[in-house]
């Protein structure tokens, strides 16, 4: 077949091609596993342990009564909602965070969301339970201070679920982390 010097178009035959699909997406080789690391399952365990002392620990807020006083020094008893707030939100941020530790020891990402959720739980948690209790503190003459010092301890707080969220985080910032 000639070409023509000037020409615009293609001449000829195709031919069709016949796909063997057997040896279509064949691997020919070696197979290597991938190590995955071992910081998930490590923190992974300690998650579980922070969940377990959390909800086993939460029957002993009914305690907190006891020696509790006033900014004035009066023995004063907490208001029922304050048992209330501190024993839900553990046991529920402790059962999250048992649940979602297991799942990051299974190298699982949805393990690491679900502990950031008993991080926000907890700390909620904590903020209310403060408040109510610094409330509680509270005289005539302090005017609401102890509540805002139940609620500043929120603040403090956030600083500690921060530095424990990117603990936890360690893995989704690895590499070779193999969380799936």
């Known amino acids: 077949m000639e070409e023509e010097p000037n020409s615009d178009t293609l001449e000829g035959t195709t ?11 064949v691997n020919t080789g070696p197979e290597f596993p991938v190590q995955k690391n071992q910081a998930a399952k490590v923190i ?11 909800l086993l620990g939460s029957p ?48 699982k990402k949805m393990g690491i969301w679900m502990i950031f959720g008993s991080f926000a739980i ?5 903020i209310i339970s403060s408040t109510i209790a610094g409330g509680a503190m509270d005289t005539a003459d302090t005017g609401g201070f102890g509540a ?8 403090c707080g956030i600083f500690c679920y921060a530095i424990c969220g990117i603990i936890v985080a360690i893995p989704l910032m690895l590499s070779d982390g193999g969380m799936e």
């Open 148 to 155: 805002v010092m139940g609620a500043g301890s929120g603040i």
């Open 122 to 126: 907890a700390w909620i948690g904590s």
């Open 15 to 25: 031919e069709p091609t016949v796909v063997d699909a057997g040896r279509v997406f």
């Open 60 to 107: 002993l807020a009914l305690l907190s009564d006891f020696g509790a006083t006033d900014l004035d020094g009066n023995p004063i008893s907490y208001p029922t909602e304050y048992f209330v707030v501190t024993m839900l939100s553990s046991v529920i941020a402790g059962a999250i965070a048992i649940f979602g530790g297991y799942q990051m020891t299974q190298y």
């Open 44 to 54: 992974g365990i300690l998650v579980i342990i922070w969940g377990a002392f959390n």
